[in-house]
Each structure stands twice: as C-alpha cells, then as structure tokens.
C-alpha cells in the first residue's frame, strides 16, 4: 500500500475554518460521495471537505478480487468475527495523516469531524476513537463498530467528548440494522454520547431525510464562527441605538405628563407614567442583554471549542435566548437559532421559559409584563413634577419636601430618572447691546427638553431627587438641551470591551 491517499476535496467557499474528512466505502472512491459534499457545502460555505480514496487490495468477501478498501473484509454473516485488524491499522496511519494535515493548516481538532459509509463509518470509529485529539464528532452511516472489545481498550479520554452521530436503514441487507444498534448501545456503555437515527426501508444506501439530520449535525459540531460574532456585534450595535432612541422619546413623554399635571389631569398623567415605566424596564432590559451579547462574542472561541455550555457562559446563553423572543431584535433570534444549533432544541426550550432557573434575574423582572405598583407610579409623578417645576402632590402625601418618601422608594425605582429641570431664576433680558442671535438663543434654551442621559453602566442608580441647576450665563447658552456623548473607541479598537471590563460589569450586576 501506498504511505498516502489521494482524496477529492470540495473547498469551502467563504474563509475556511473548519473540515469534515468523509470516508467511503468498500469498491467506491472519493468522486462517489462527491455529489453529496457539494450539496452539503451549499449549506456550510466555511467548511472544507476531504473526500479520500482508499488503496486498491484484493478482498475475500468478493472472491479475492482487487479494489478500493479500507480493509479486507472475509464475510458479511460473520462480519465481527475473523477481522483485519492488521488492515485496519494501516488505515488507521494514513487516517491519521490526513487529520494531522487539516491541524497543521491552522484548523483546530475541535473543528474537524471524521466520518465515513459503510466500511468508511467502521473506520471513522476505529480511527476517531484511538485519537488523542478531541474532534468536533464523528459521523457514521451505515457502518458498524470493528474490533469492539480491543478497540474500546484503546479508546482514550479525548474521544469520549466527541459527539458521535449514527444513521442506519432498517432494510439494510449489507451491514444489518441489528449491528447499528448493537454499535450505538455499546458506545453508550462505554460512556460515549450517541445520536442514533433509524430510517424506515431504506437499505445500505442514504436519503435525503438521512442527508439533512447529517447537515444538522455538522452544523451543531462546526457553527460559522465568523457569523456568530457579527451576529453579537449587530445585536450589541442594535440594542445601544434603541436604548438611546427609547430614552429620547421617554423624555419628551416626561414634558407632556408634567403638563397635565400642572393642569390638573393627574388621572391622565398616572396613567402614561406607567408606560414611561415599561420604556425604562425595557430600557435597563436590553442594557443587559446588551452586556451578554458581549460576552458572548468575547467568549465565542470557548463556545466554538465546547459541544455543551460552559458554566461561566450559562447565564449569558440562556438570557440572550430568553430575550430573543421578547425584545424585538432581528439579530436576537437568529442568535437563538445558532446556540440552538451547537448546544440543542432542549437547552432553548428550557432558557426560554426559564425552566432551567439560568436566566439573569433582573432581566425576567425587567421583561416581566405585571403592571407598575400604585406607589411607584406615584414616585415617578412626583418626581418629574419636581424635575419640571410643577405644584403638584398626591393627595394624602404628607412629605414635606418636594422629593419627599422618594429615598425609602429608591430600591422600588426600575431604572435611573435624570432630569436636568429648568433654571431655577428667570435669565435676566440680554442688555440692549446684545445681538439679536443671543436672544435667540436665550428663548430656545427657555422652552428645551430636559435632558436624560442613557445610562451606560448596568448598576441602577438609587432615584434622587431633581437638583436645581445653575443659571447659566445667557451668552455661553446652547440652543439645544445637550446630549449625552459615550466615548468612542481609539482607533483600531473594534469596540468589543475587554474580558476585565466585561467582568467587572458582571460583578456589579449580580451584586444586584
């Protein structure tokens, strides 16, 4: 035999991070299962395929007659018994060969899946499990476990962290149905997690409903990294944008409460307060959804390594699925749909009722959808109505300050209210000698908006009361209330925080 294999390979189409080594069966070639890493790479466009050939030798079972084979096979009754062991090792090196390749180019063990048909699934089992490398799964179809009492002696620990996927027609008339379970079942004794799908009436051949559980699973072993992150940095980028707009449109809503109440609709004013309310939860909601998606990107390599999730990342992962159906991000869903993908159907159900308790607790409270307390409604009434100057109290209040009982309420508060209030003096009239332009200015500035910065830090602030600001000097006056700025990042920066920052940010959430 020859110390190497000649294989097909399908490139990938987009930048190539990861590889699937799909192995054939007896008397076929790489150029047989071709077809199908083309249809499969319309699908994976980062994947690399590597179709091998295997070296041609004579084989008993077809009356000693020379063809590609992996290994001799003696008898398909006896198909355990009286095996070439000795075949199977020389696969076995040139196997390894081709893996070591794809991990010399720079793709990583935990990126490539090693699978095969027939006697090409038998020898992704016998090479994938004596691998010191954990692979991101094995894939076998149609094939069967060679050698099972020595080879689960040699099976080592990387191998047992690898996902095995297994299909197998119920008709087969080559390798019997009854050696596909007997596969899966001494796997999983053996400690080894097993997809094992059966597909009714089909023989030693493939389907398409076999095809597309197979896409399935590459795609859950080997998600586009790439995709995932500016999944996270357009979902981060989207939530910042409505945070801001949401907190502008809650200040011009906070104007026209304070105005009912200075006209005595305070009935009116309690009932819109509750939906400025809803707008600051929200607020504060998609602010920590925000910091997770963060986190996420910032751990994306972790999360491509692992095939369950990380204890540190559990929190992050089940509130972004959480929030992905109830903050209306497009990028959140499809976020979703990846972290479902890579960790299964079970861990979204259960993120997305909660049901596994992993869920960031102030977020639940912040989406939760129960009204606003009567007595928060009236901290928030109060409040703007000191903010904008208004002679307003609810009736029975016995404060005597204009921010009074709003200190002992300042835990019950969802969100920080900043309001810059109007001057506490009247600005003197500019002398006669001042330009028309200063008036101007003058009288802009007299009928503004309070401004309300965008909190930027995920730690609440206790609500205190309004402070009177400072006159200013009516030529220094801006025309328009002024607006928060965020630092933007230095050059070069791609605007993902650091891993200290993202942990100091956590640490003061869950202190909450």
Same mark, same amino acid.
């Given at each position: 035999?020859?110390?190497?294999?000649?294989?097909?390979?399908?490139?990938?189409?987009?930048?190539?991070?990861?590889?699937?080594?799909?192995?054939?069966?007896?008397?076929?070639?790489?150029?047989?299962? *071709?077809?199908?890493a083309?249809?499969l790479?319309?699908s994976?466009?980062h @994947?690399?395929?590597v179709?091998?050939?295997?070296?041609?030798?004579p084989?008993?079972?077809?009356?000693?007659?020379?063809? &590609?084979?992996?290994?001799d096979?003696?008898?398909?009754?006896?198909?355990?018994v009286?095996?070439d *062991?000795?075949?199977?090792?020389?696969s076995? $090196?040139?196997?390894?060969?081709?893996?070591?390749?794809?991990?010399? +180019?720079?793709?990583?063990?935990?990126?490539?899946?090693?699978?095969?048909?027939?006697?090409?699934?038998?020898?992704?089992?016998?090479?994938?499990?004596?691998?010191?490398?954990?692979?991101?799964?094995?894939?076998?179809?149609?094939?069967?476990?060679?050698v099972?009492?020595?080879? /689960?002696a040699?099976?080592?620990?990387a191998?047992?962290?690898?996902?095995?996927?297994?299909?197998h027609g119920?008709?087969d008339?080559?390798?019997?149905y009854?050696?596909?379970?007997?596969?899966?079942?001494?796997?999983?004794q053996?400690?080894?997690a @097993?997809?094992?799908?059966?597909?009714?009436? /089909?023989?030693?051949? +493939?389907?398409?409903?076999?095809?597309?559980d197979?896409?399935?699973?590459?795609?859950?072993?080997?998600?586009?990294?790439?995709?995932?992150k @500016?999944?996270?940095?357009?979902?981060?980028?989207?939530?910042?944008?409505?945070?801001?707009?949401?907190?502008?449109?809650?200040?011009?809503?906070?104007?026209?409460?304070?105005?009912?109440?200075? +006209?005595?609709?305070?009935?009116?004013?309690?009932?819109r307060?509750?939906?400025?309310?809803r707008?600051?939860?929200?607020?504060?909601?998609?602010e920590?959804?925000?910091?997770?998606?963060?986190?996420?990107?910032?751990?994306?390599?972790?999360?491509?390594?692992?095939?369950?999730?990380? &204890?540190?990342?559990?929190?992050?992962?089940?509130?972004?699925i959480?929030?992905?159906g109830?903050?209306?991000?497009?990028?959140?869903?499809?976020?979703?749909?990846?972290?479902?993908a890579?960790?299964?159907?079970? %861990?979204?159900?259960?993120? /997305?009722?909660?049901?596994?308790?992993? @869920?960031?607790?102030?977020?639940?409270q912040?989406?939760?959808?129960?009204?606003?307390?009567?007595?928060? %409604?009236?901290?928030y009434?109060?409040?703007?109505?000191?903010?904008?100057?208004?002679d307003?109290? &609810?009736?029975g209040?016995?404060?005597?300050?204009?921010?009074?009982?709003?200190?002992?309420?300042?835990?019950a508060?969802?969100s920080?209210?900043?309001v810059?209030?109007a001057?506490?003096e009247?600005?003197e009239p500019p002398s006669?000698?001042?330009?028309?332009?200063?008036?101007?200015?003058?009288?802009?500035?007299?009928?503004?908006?309070? +401004?309300?910065?965008?909190?930027?830090?995920?730690?609440?602030?206790?609500?205190?009361?309004?402070?009177?600001?400072?006159?200013?000097?009516?030529?220094?006056?801006?025309?328009?209330?002024?607006?928060?700025?965020?630092?933007?990042?230095?050059?070069?920066?791609?605007?993902?925080p650091?891993?200290? *920052?993202?942990?100091?940010?956590?640490?003061?959430?869950? $202190?909450?």
């Amino acid at each position: 035999m020859n110390s190497s294999l000649s294989s097909v390979v399908v490139r990938a189409k987009a930048r190539h991070t990861a590889s699937v080594i799909f192995i054939h069966g007896l008397g076929d070639t790489g150029y047989g299962w *071709e077809p199908v890493a083309q249809l499969l790479s319309r699908s994976l466009p980062h @994947v690399k395929f590597v179709l091998p050939t295997a070296p041609e030798q004579p084989v008993t079972l077809n009356g000693g007659f020379r063809m &590609p084979s992996w290994f001799d096979i003696r008898s398909l009754n006896k198909i355990a018994v009286d095996e070439d *062991e000795d075949g199977m090792n020389a696969s076995l $090196r040139r196997l390894n060969e081709l893996v070591r390749a794809e991990i010399d +180019s720079g793709i990583p063990a935990k990126r490539i899946v090693l699978g095969g048909f027939s006697q090409g699934g038998a020898m992704s089992l016998f090479t994938g499990l004596q691998l010191e490398h954990q692979l991101a799964g094995l894939a076998v179809l149609s094939g069967y476990l060679p050698v099972r009492e020595r080879i /689960m002696a040699r099976a080592t620990d990387a191998s047992k962290r690898t996902p095995i996927f297994q299909a197998h027609g119920t008709a087969d008339e080559v390798v019997l149905y009854q050696y596909g379970e007997m596969t899966a079942e001494a796997l999983r004794q053996s400690g080894y997690a @097993v997809d094992f799908h059966s597909y009714r009436h /089909m023989g030693h051949s +493939s389907c398409d409903e076999e095809l597309r559980d197979l896409l399935a699973f590459l795609t859950k072993c080997l998600p586009e990294q790439d995709k995932f992150k @500016v999944e996270l940095k357009l979902a981060s980028s989207r939530l910042r944008l409505l945070q801001e707009k949401q907190t502008a449109l809650s200040t011009r809503a906070r104007r026209g409460i304070s105005e009912l109440l200075e +006209s005595g609709k305070a009935a009116s004013a309690a009932v819109r307060v509750e939906g400025i309310i809803r707008d600051d939860l929200h607020v504060e909601a998609m602010e920590i959804v925000e910091l997770f998606c963060e986190l996420l990107c910032t751990r994306a390599g972790l999360i491509d390594q692992s095939a369950t999730v990380d &204890p540190g990342l559990g929190e992050a992962v089940s509130s972004v699925i959480y929030a992905s159906g109830r903050i209306d991000i497009k990028e959140l869903p499809r976020i979703r749909d990846m972290l479902g993908a890579k960790y299964g159907k079970d %861990v979204v159900a259960g993120a /997305m009722d909660n049901a596994d308790g992993r @869920v960031n607790a102030r977020l639940v409270q912040k989406l939760s959808l129960d009204p606003p307390s009567e007595r928060l %409604v009236r901290v928030y009434l109060k409040e703007i109505a000191a903010a904008y100057r208004v002679d307003w109290a &609810p009736e029975g209040d016995d404060d005597d300050a204009p921010s009074g009982g709003l200190r002992e309420l300042a835990a019950a508060v969802p969100s920080p209210i900043e309001v810059t209030p109007a001057d506490s003096e009247p600005q003197e009239p500019p002398s006669s000698g001042a330009k028309g332009s200063d008036s101007a200015k003058e009288s802009d500035s007299e009928t503004q908006l309070p +401004s309300v910065p965008v909190p930027r830090d995920p730690t609440p602030r206790a609500l205190e009361p309004a402070t009177v600001a400072e006159p200013a000097d009516a030529a220094t006056k801006q025309d328009k209330a002024p607006v928060a700025k965020q630092d933007k990042a230095p050059p070069g920066d791609s605007g993902v925080p650091t891993m200290d *920052e993202l942990q100091r940010r956590l640490e003061a959430l869950r $202190r909450l």
